[in-house]
């Protein structure tokens, strides 16, 4: 079975683009759209980030902004559980909590509905993306905040140089379908 698996990562992989110096110049931007415009590729993403995380009762997946949210949401159909997103600032309806961060030049922020977890809470933490981990780790403090136990963290892609890892919680499992 991990032989089929395999095969279909690399299938994946294949049908993410690379383009040169975007958003800015010297880099270079995955780009999963692809793999959400062909349905057998979007099925199968859906598929394998699901995988690890059946029958572990998971209660919420909570996806970052934005594109996080792409598969996030099947992903959270797929373990019957709910979906929470994780927004920038003052882009939420609701009253919200909020966790700064460090960017390498600056801060950012997170919020979340206050309401959105419960003490307890299961939750998975999915992007479609891991770099540095900050972005995972501000969702991370902001979750624990809340009560909530982080079961495991979702990437489609891992830029496995930035070694985002090491801003995650240890011994949590963490997930990624594509090593980049």
């Not at 099925?43 to 792409?70: C, H, K, N, W």
């Not at 624990?144 to 499992?173: C, K, T, W």
Request: glycine share 8%; hydrophobic share 45%.
């Amino acid at each position: 079975m991990k032989q089929v698996e395999n095969v279909m990562i690399e299938y994946l992989a294949s049908n993410i683009r690379t383009i040169q110096d975007f958003p800015k110049k010297g880099i270079s931007f995955k780009d999963i759209t692809p793999l959400l415009q062909n349905s057998e590729t979007l099925e199968m993403t859906s598929q394998l980030l699901a995988r690890p995380f059946r029958g572990l009762g998971i209660d919420y997946v909570l996806g970052l902004e934005s594109r996080g949210f792409l598969f996030g949401i099947p992903l959270a159909q797929d373990l019957h559980a709910g979906f929470i997103p994780v927004r920038k600032p003052d882009k939420l309806p609701w009253s919200t909590k909020q966790v700064t961060y460090d960017l390498e030049y600056g801060q950012d922020a997170l919020e979340m509905h206050d309401d959105a977890l419960t003490s307890g809470s299961k939750v998975v933490i999915h992007d479609d993306l891991i770099a540095t981990g900050g972005t995972a780790a501000a969702a991370t403090r902001l979750a624990v905040e809340m009560g909530a136990e982080i079961a495991g963290y979702s990437f489609v892609m891992e830029i496995s140089a930035l070694n985002g890892r090491r801003a995650l919680q240890p011994d949590v499992p963490v997930e990624v379908l594509i090593q980049v």
